[in-house]
């Protein structure tokens, strides 16, 4: 997000007077009746302080604890009504398709795949059952290799379950040219499945969807459709729609001088869009199947229920323009794999709010809105976290939400955690909330706390037919609904700590945990300045991405590291000579900034993926005799280490990337790394 004037959300306390309570003061007051001075008890309530209440942040502005996830079987295509999920998959059948008949396995791994599903309800107990078989598919004249026939979007409508997806077929095992049908799947309760063939509505020529929503009226699906030659013309995005989900009519095609891709569908309350690109200078179809460059974003709009489409007006939205126009000479094209970037153009998120069409920069700092897809109204969106110390261009983050509820618009985007300094951080972001609630300006949230998940992980905010709202995301490798509603904001970044405390992401300068037991404390991304833990017992903490500093002379070997997990973690080198049974430092930096002797056992048969060792060139640091007996090195450096006597060569050594000796290295045997040689033959291991 470009650098924005940070706002600061203060919250003041409300301090009220109470009527009753009583007090030991009096008042002085003149007699009405007798004229004469009296002393006249009276009361004066005492002030008392009313706390300001705890914000409310909007759904999907804080991410729920891990353990209530709900888990979803595998898939790459969600759809869901009434609380029943349907995921779709590709499988194998064991049909080998390799080039020359070799196994799969040997030097080739093709093998066909076809369309299942996985449905149940959400919590529930979930069955499989095959959508399709590539078998019964009739392949076009010419292409006989039929490699996949696939699910790509999904819905739930006023017909029942609808399917759209693509197969994808070539000449032969050799791969030489290739084309692509689309099909339709329909099911009135997820059970059966009836294939509707797109060929029978649009001919036999290349074809793909990828996209399909419910109307109020049936069905819209979206794809794109060129000639049976990928390369004989450039695609055109089509439209089908369909009343019931079985029968299917062709409604237009969406048509730009270069090739054009189809993205998403979005139906409003009487408004159909879709979004796509327009390949600059790409006059083949080769991205139906492939890829192309110079995309520019596109959108088309529907007020008729999909019979007509109308290309939206993008110019002076404010949130998406087109560096360059588009050339309409061929001539006039430039090397487009050059000049990509100096072409391309996307909107960072789309949705409809109501019919209103709502456009978000890719920097998530400018929302554009329409009505009548032709003027627009642009209001920019203030960055919530200053970004000092930091070029706030480099800040990468993606929008995952933007949605109306009972108090107005509210956007959400994943973004970079950055610190009390506002340096930003690779291992952990925070999702950034804004209301829009007088229709000029979006007002910051507070910020709820800090994830080390990726954008990917958390997924993209969806809307469920119950009205409730859900990331759909991972959580490992496992997909996962985590459900989400406005509510108060969560503590973060204050603890005192204590065994098993909550400890993530706070900042302590001058923590004294001099012998204290510290089991289990989760310092998650937690900045630990000057800190003591001489004899302190941190066995089982953790310690992922944690930044410690400690005093000159801190005594790390009496400190009791055993099973901590350190993924990540920046802590001083000496901590090598803590307790470090069982622990777990895979991407984690040992930082010497003083030299000495920090000769350790605790290497012995650890994964130091990822790990660095980095002295002082000043006083390079001695690991002279460590251990790495059964240690798996890969992406390991040293810099400014004294290795010599380590046994590295007893180490398991990635075959690909295992370790780099950088400068102030000494190797195992005493010399220096050999200048042109590189990895583990740097050190003559």
């Not at 398709?97 to 107990?125: K, M």
Request: proline share 6%; charged share 15%.
């Amino acid at each position: 997000m470009s650098h924005r004037t940070a706002i600061v959300v203060i919250a003041t306390l409300i301090i009220a007077a109470c009527s009753s309570g009583d007090s030991a003061g009096t008042t002085t007051a003149v007699s009405p009746s007798a004229g004469a001075t009296t002393t006249v008890p009276t009361t004066t309530a005492a002030p008392t302080t009313t706390a300001a209440p705890v914000p409310v942040l909007p759904a999907g502005a804080q991410i729920p604890p891990d353990a209530e996830a709900v888990a979803l079987p595998s898939g790459s295509v969600y759809a869901e009504h009434d609380t029943t999920v349907m995921a779709f998959a590709s499988r194998t059948n064991g049909v080998k398709q390799c080039p020359s008949g070799t196994a799969v396995g040997d030097a080739c791994t093709i093998e066909q795949t076809e369309p299942w599903v996985s449905v149940g309800a959400i919590g529930g107990t979930f069955t499989d059952s095959q959508v399709d078989s590539a078998a019964s598919f009739a392949n076009p004249a010419g292409f006989g290799v039929l490699t996949s026939l696939a699910v790509t979007a999904a819905t739930h409508g006023r017909g029942g379950w609808v399917a759209v997806g693509t197969a994808s077929l070539w000449d032969s095992v050799l791969y030489y040219r290739t084309t692509l049908r689309a099909v339709i799947w329909h099911s009135p309760d997820g059970a059966s499945w009836q294939r509707i063939d797109v060929r029978d509505i649009v001919g036999d020529t290349s074809v793909v969807l990828r996209g399909v929503e419910a109307t109020p009226t049936g069905y819209v699906a979206i794809g794109e459709i060129a000639q049976p030659d990928l390369d004989a013309g450039p695609s055109r995005g089509l439209v089908l729609t369909s009343p019931d989900g079985v029968t299917w009519t062709k409604a237009t095609e969406l048509v730009r001088q270069w090739s054009v891709a189809t993205g998403q569908v979005l139906v409003g309350d009487g408004r159909i869009v879709v979004t796509g690109v327009e390949y600059v200078c790409d006059a083949g179809a080769s991205a139906m199947n492939s890829f192309s460059v110079g995309p520019q974003f596109r959108a088309w709009a529907s007020d008729d229920d999909g019979a007509t489409f109308q290309e939206v007006v993008l110019a002076g939205n404010g949130a998406v323009e087109d560096p360059l126009p588009p050339p309409t000479d061929p001539a006039a094209c430039p090397d487009m794999y050059a000049e990509d970037a100096s072409y391309r153009s996307a909107a960072g998120f789309v949705a409809l709010d109501g019919d209103r069409l709502l456009l978000v920069s890719t920097a998530g700092d400018t929302v554009a809105a329409t009505d009548d897809l032709v003027s627009w109204t642009t209001t920019p969106v203030p960055d919530s976290v200053g970004s000092e110390g930091i070029d706030a261009s480099a800040v990468e983050n993606a929008v995952v939400g933007l949605y109306r509820d009972e108090l107005g618009l509210v956007l959400l985007e994943f973004q970079p955690f950055r610190g009390a300094n506002g340096n930003q951080v690779s291992f952990a972001s925070q999702i950034h909330s804004w209301r829009f609630t007088d229709d000029a300006t979006w007002l910051v949230q507070p910020l709820g706390k800090p994830t080390t998940m990726s954008a990917t992980a958390l997924g993209q905010l969806r809307l469920l037919s119950d009205g409730r709202r859900a990331y759909l995301g991972l959580l490992g490798t496992d997909t996962v609904l985590r459900f989400v509603e406005a509510g108060e904001v969560q503590p973060w970044g204050t603890c005192e700590p204590a065994p098993g405390a909550q400890c993530q992401f706070v900042e302590i300068d001058g923590l004294d945990a001099a012998g204290a037991d510290l089991s289990g404390v989760d310092f998650t991304g937690a900045a630990l300045t000057n800190a003591v833990f001489d004899g302190a017992d941190l066995s089982d903490a953790v310690l992922a991405h944690v930044r410690i500093s400690t005093p000159a002379g801190a005594d790390w070997a009496s400190v009791d590291l055993a099973g901590a997990d350190l993924t990540g973690a920046t802590v001083p080198g000496a901590a090598l000579l803590a307790s470090l049974d069982r622990a777990v430092m895979e991407g984690a930096t040992f930082v010497f900034d003083e030299g000495g002797e920090f000769t350790t056992s605790g290497l012995v048969g650890k994964s130091l993926v990822g790990v660095s060792f980095y002295g002082n060139s000043a006083s390079p640091a001695s690991l002279r005799g460590t251990d790495f007996t059964g240690a798996t090195l890969k992406d390991v450096a040293f810099a400014d280490i004294d290795l010599t006597g380590a046994n590295l060569a007893a180490a398991t050594f990635d075959p690909d990337y295992a370790v780099t000796f950088l400068s102030g290295v000494t190797c195992p045997d005493g010399a220096p790394p050999t200048d042109g040689l590189y990895d583990r033959e740097s050190c003559r291991l």
